[in-house]
Every structure is written in C-alpha cells, then in structure tokens.
C-alpha cells in the first residue's frame, strides 16, 4: 500500500473519536504583587492549537476544550515574567494565574517540537525560541531572521533572495524545515535553493539544536526549525494583521494581510503576502539581475472541539529569482541597478502543500496525525521555456500516540512515512527521475522526579531511492541506482533545575542519514552554483555520535546560557574539486564554456563548538542582549578543515526603553555583530574571510489607533556601509577557475527598513 492510500485510509479510520464530549473553563490572571486583574494578557494551549486573551477585568473564557487530560498552559503579559503550568481538565474549577512582575527574558517558553510538549527549563533538547514580535526585525527571508537572533544557526546566501539554514555547522539534507507539521520537501540539496515558505506566516519559531532523528527521521541529524502559524483564537473572536515594509538597499518591499476567526469551534484563518526587490546593493555597486519577487497564499480550515482538533491548510507559494551567470573577469557591477524586471537567467520556484493536522483525545491519552501532499516545482531558465525543470511529488505520514502519564513517566510511540517521485520536464538534466520511499518507528519515554527530568528513545528507519536510468541521442546520461539503507538510532537525554537560578540539561545520541538522490546520481551542469556535478552511487548512510550540555542561569539582572556540542559524523558526504579538474561542454548556440567539476564523496568528520547567549538588564529600561557561537570542523581523512563552516560570531545589541509621554513600548537600540576571521577552509576550493564588525540601529514604538496598537519602526544594518564577505556566501571569491582575488561579491551594504504591524482583534 502506498503512502497516498494509507494517507486516505487514516483519516476514514479515526473519524468516530468526533463523538467525544466538550466541556469549557473559565479563569482570571492578577497582579502577584499588587492582586489587580491583569487585562490583556495571553493564555495558550499550544498542544490543543488554541489561544484567547483577558477582558478588562482579567477574566477569560475557553470552550470546547477536552473534559479529561492534563495539558500545558502558558500566560504571557508584556511587563510580568511568563507562566507555565501543567493543568489537569478532569478537575473542576476555576483557573487562577498570578503572574510576577518582570522585564527581562525567562526561560519559561513551551516547545512543541521535541517528541514531549514541555517547558524549556525542563527539556533536554537544546531549543530556542523566536517570537512573533522578534520575527518582525528587518531580514530578507525567514532563515536570514533566524541567523541573526539564535546562537549556533547560519545560512549559507545567494544573496538576500536566497538562505539555506545552518545548525552548528550542518545543512542541506542534515537540518527539517517542519510546517504545518509537516517536512518541507523541496530541493533541499542545493545549494541556491532557498526554504519555500512564506516568512510572514510564521507566528513563532522553534530552533531544535542538534540531532533530531528520533523524532524526525533521517534528515534530522543537525537540528530542526519548526515553523508554527497563530494559534486559533478564542470562540466568538476574529483576529488579524496587517504589515508592511520597504528595504532601501534592494528596494525590498514586503506586505502580508491575514485573518483568523473561531466560531463555536469551527476556526479558519487566510493569508495572503507579496515581496518584490531589485538587484542588491553592495559597497561596489549594485549585484545585477540579483532581484526576485514572490507570492504566497496560504489558509486553514478545521474542528476545535472535546475530542480534540482537525485542521486542513495549503499554501502556495511562488519565487522568481534572478542570477547573473558571471565568468571570471566579466564585470560584476554595472550603473543603476533598481530595474524589478528581472532578465534571463533567472529561477521559477512553486510549491503546493496540503497538510491534514489532527489530535484525537482518546480517553486520558491522545493520537497526533499528520498526513501531507507536497509539489514543489523548479524552473531554470535561460529563455521563457524552462532547460532544467525538475518536478517532485510527496506524500507523507506522521503519527504519534501519548499514552498518559503516570507516576511522572510520559511514553509514546511514533511512525511515519514518505513516498517521493520526481520527473525530469525539461532539456537540461542534473540529477535522474527518481522514486524514494522513507518509514521509520520509535519509542519514546520520559521521567520526571522532583526537579529532574530523564528520557530515552529508540527509533528504526529504512530508505530506498530508485533513480531511473537515463540516454539522450543514444549516449547514457544516467546508470541509474537501487539502493535501500536501515538503521536503528538512540538518543537519552538529562535535565536538572537546581533553583530559580540555575539548570542543566545535557543529551547524548547517534542519528543516521541516507545519501539524497542528488548525492547519489548527479551529473550535469548545476546552473545555479556553475559547476558540473558527479555522484556517487556507492555512497554509504552517514552516522552521527554526538552529545551536548547546557548550563541556563540567571535571575532579574543577568540571565544567559552556555553550551557545548561535539559531533563526530561517519562517512560525512560532500561535493569537493580539485584543481584542473574540468569539462567543456557546447550549448545550443554552438558556444564552448567549461565548467569544474565537483564530485561527491566522503570522509570522516568531527564537529565541535560552543554557543551561548549573556543578557544584563542593570535596569527595568535598559538591556545587553550579547549571543555568540562557534563551530570549529575538521576533515579527519585528510587532516583540513572542512567547507562551508561559519565563522565565529558575537552579536551585541544595546536596548534602551525609557518612558515617553504619549507612546508605549518605545525603544531605541544599537548593535554590532562580530565577525571573526574564516581561515580553517578546505583550500583546494576555498578562500579565508576576513574578520569584521557591522553596525546596526533601530527605532520604534507603538501608537493606538482607537483599541488596536500599531506598531511603527526603522531598523538599520551595515550603517557604515562595510565592504566584507561572509564565510558562507556563495558570491564570494573561490579558488580553481577564479584566480583573482579581487572576483567575488561584496555581502550588501547599508540598509534601512521602514515598517508598520497593525495586530486586530473583532470581539463579537
């Protein structure tokens, strides 16, 4: 039976579950000091997808909600310290919230993303979490929001249309891009390939750092970034957003209209955003035909009630991206750059997903349900007809059952699956057609004892790829490959809070990643990187021994964290070149042009480094927010570094919020972001990067336009307008065939965002 088929089979068989009861509760938050009521304030139960807030006497009201269980609740209110409680719905009664006065972060954030809906404090993952209000600092894209704001995540760019997440020195296949619970599915492989999702859906991120297989599967072996949409808001209540802005540097301009609402548990939610830049400006000039543009609908439709939820989302989303096919020697910049049309060759990327999210309450335990179609489609294109049209087709499959919890131990079990199917349409080809079928099982169990937490975790995953045998004009353009891999991963993990000030988590593990059919099949040009690439079809899974440890500190006045991690990673799979190794090939106008080669191959490698994060509030008015990491990568076959490693980083961001007459939640903030220099490189194809130091500012504040805030701010970024190369941008100078040291691109120069977040509520 095929994934699409048992795809249609879950959702019949678990249809009766509708038929439990609802039941609803009622509750107040107040001053724990003072005793006021606290009006406004948020109340979430992130595993049952629903959300409202406080009336002006402190009081709120949640329906159709499960009349047994125990859940997590969390209440926020800017100006008190955040709340995290587990409540049991069997027990009657009314739920009281005394929240304490508190202007500084906490570490009481829930995660949803590890295998056990938890408080952080109390969770051995290494996790953080990115907040609406964070995610609407200026950036390019949502991993380019990430990079800046979580220790021990980068991307590797394109430019600023383009970002490909990195976890502690690890991407590509190695790191899940979750939505809608659901694995995004694209051409991850790639190094021009950006995420496929909308960066104004996302409500709230969660980083998982480090190995995530358990849960995840095989891509999972660097980390995870779980992207979740708002929540659905209370009964009776329809929210939304509307938000704007405009980037001088590429004339970025990015706008996003949603709405939620919820009616007696029948919740729905839209979304419509539009991008549109032109070519980015450097110090040297603007980049040319570097601009793109893109749109993105997306919606939901679904049940909260008793026995749980179901909700149905889609999206689409579609990227149209230029690049300029540069030689060595050709110019790189030329006079005005900010024409928004975008010349030949260029990219044509859409993705189409449908995701069918559930949670059946089953008595005291429960079954989540993820079933989801994927399309996703990339054009290259040197004229209107596409030369290289890839074309990829999934259906997956999650599930996991919760047993209930008992004498503090919380067990599940998990499955999942995917069937892919990729065709080739075009004329140009890179990798073959191919078919690859995922499933994995794993077993799950939690202890909690006073303040100590302890889980383990075994989990099984088998992979087969079948890539098709390809001839053009009688000559073999591909072999073809059958191959299938299996493995069985363990992962334990331990945390302790010793007090209010201090805790420890630490977790140690292997994780398993099968070769992706690029890796295994490739041969052709890869236009968007300008190199030829060879696969290997011998290729071996890669296997991951890793372990890490965190100690979280802090109270009032400081509060930070401190990590380390060490990864050694068997049979780790790359695309190197060697000097001189190329291939000249003639194009349809009967033009010669050569390209290096790069082939896939693998050695054994040791990743290790620290990340942390040391926030000082000498005041209630004033903050030192200061993040580092560092990954530090060795090629232990060959005793060099490994490629495509970031450089150190330490960012400081000075935050002053004084109290201005008129205006509420005004702030002023400048920063600088460090970077350290980048010589541990793999020299047959790699150039050092410079250190060097980038200066930021921002401004903002927040207006009332009768009931409903508005939010108005102008953020600034490279304000000195710094010429540098970023270790991980792929326009920077290389070696082989580009022997000038002067032939690359600057990372972009200054820019200044303008912006505005209109958040609404309609009580009927």
């Known amino acids: 039976m095929t994934i699409k088929y048992l795809f249609s089979a879950m959702l019949i068989l678990f249809i009766p579950v509708y038929l439990l009861a609802n039941g609803n509760v009622t509750g107040k938050v107040t001053d724990a000091k003072s005793g006021e009521t606290v009006p406004g304030a948020t109340i979430t139960i992130p ?41 049991d719905f069997a027990v ?47 950036s390019s894209n949502l991993i380019d929001g990430l990079s800046r704001q979580v220790p021990g995540v980068s991307q590797i760019t394109t430019g600023p249309g383009i ?98 609402g919820n009616e007696n548990g029948f919740v729905w939610r839209g979304r419509g955003s539009y991008q549109n830049a032109y070519s980015f400006n450097t110090p040297g000039g603007y980049y040319i035909n570097s601009g793109y543009n893109n749109t993105s609908f997306s919606g939901m439709l679904g049940l909260n009630k008793g026995w749980g939820y179901s909700h149905l989302n ?15 020697g050709d110019p790189l910049y030329t006079g005005n750059g900010t024409s928004r049309s975008l010349d030949y060759p260029r990219q044509d990327i859409r993705q189409y997903k449908i995701a069918l ?59 999942s699956a995917s069937d892919a199917h990729s065709v080739n349409k075009g004329t140009e080809f890179l990798i073959p057609a191919y078919d690859q079928t995922m499933a994995g099982a794993f077993g799950y169990i939690k202890k909690t004892w006073g303040q100590n937490t302890f889980n383990f975790g075994l989990r099984y995953d088998y992979v087969n790829n079948d890539g098709k045998q390809l001839f053009i004009d009688g000559a073999q353009k591909f072999t073809g490959f059958k191959n299938n891999f299996n493995n069985v991963s363990g992962a334990t993990g331990y945390t302790h809070v010793f007090n209010d000030l201090l805790s420890f988590k630490a977790n140690a593990g292997t994780a398993f990643r099968a070769p992706n059919p690029a890796e295994l099949g490739s041969n052709g040009v890869h236009e968007g990187t300008s190199r030829y690439e060879i696969g290997n079809p011998d290729l071996k899974p890669e296997r991951s021994y890793q372990a890490d440890a965190a100690l979280e500190f802090g109270k009032n006045i400081i509060t930070g964290s401190l ?34 080669v790069y082939r896939y191959g693998q050695v054994n490698a040791n990743l290790y480094g620290i990340e942390g994060n040391l926030n000082i509030h000498p005041t209630s008015f004033l903050h030192l927010d200061n993040i580092f990491s560092y990954t530090h990568a060795q090629n232990e076959s060959f005793d060099r570094p490994l490629p495509l490693i970031p450089a150190g980083v330490i960012r400081n961001t000075l935050r002053f919020e004084p109290k201005v007459k008129g205006l509420s939640n005004f702030y002023i903030s400048a ?66 065939s580009q022997e000038d040291p002067t032939y690359g691109v600057f990372n972009p120069g200054r820019n200044i965002t303008f912006g505005v977040y209109l958040p609404f509520n309609i009580q009927k």
């Open 163 to 260: 970002s490909k997440p990195i976890i502690r020195g690890l991407g590509y296949n190695r790191v899940v891009t979750l939505m809608d619970g659901v694995k995004q599915q694209g051409q991850q492989w790639g190094d021009e390939h950006g995420v496929e999702i909308d960066q104004n859906q996302a409500d709230r991120v969660e980083v998982l750092r480090g190995a995530a297989s358990l849960m995840y599967g095989s891509d999972a072996i660097g980390g995870v970034i779980n992207v979740l949409e708002p929540l659905a808001p209370a009964s009776g209540t329809i929210k939304g957003e509307v938000l704007s802005s405009y980037s001088t540097n590429n004339g970025l301009s990015n706008s996003s209209v949603m709405l939620t």
């Open 563 to 596: 990590g380390i991690y060490e990864n050694y990673i068997h049979n780790y799979i790359y695309a190197s070149a060697t000097k001189g190794d190329q291939i000249t090939l003639t194009n349809d106008a009967g033009a010669q042009q050569t390209y290096d």
């Open 357 to 415: 999210n559930n949670n059946f309450i089953i008595g005291s335990g429960s079954l989540k349900l993820d079933l989801g179609y994927q399309k996703n489609q990339r054009r290259e294109l040197d004229e209107p007809t596409p030369a290289l049209f890839f074309d990829l087709n999934t259906y997956s499959l999650d599930a996991k059952y919760y047993l209930p919890e008992s004498n503090g131990w919380q067990p599940i079990f998990g499955i």
């Open 671 to 736: 920063g600088l972001d460090n970077y350290f220099k980048q010589s541990r490189i793999d020299a047959t194809f790699e150039t050092p990067t410079n250190s060097y130091t980038l200066v930021n500012a921002s401004i903002g504040t927040t207006l009332k336009l009768g009931s409903q805030p508005l939010k108005l701010y102008v953020s600034g970024s490279n304000l000195t307008n710094k010429k540098y190369y970023d270790a991980l941008s792929r326009l920077r100078p290389g070696r082989l």
């Open 47 to 87: 595993q049952l997808r629903i959300t409202t807030i406080t009336d002006g006497k402190g009081q709120f009201t949640i329906k159709s909600l499960p009349n047994q269980g125990k859940y997590l609740v969390q209440v926020q209110s800017l100006g008190y310290k955040p709340m995290v409680k587990t409540i």
């Open 314 to 328: 889609f999206s689409y989303f579609k990227d149209n991206i230029g690049f300029y096919d540069s030689d060595p």
């Open 92 to 138: 009657s009664g009314s739920l009281d919230f005394n929240l304490e006065p508190s202007s500084i972060e906490t570490h009481e954030v829930i995660i949803t993303g590890t295998p056990i809906t938890s408080n952080n404090r109390y969770n051995s993952t290494s996790a953080a979490v990115v907040s609406r209000e964070d995610l609407l600092a200026p």
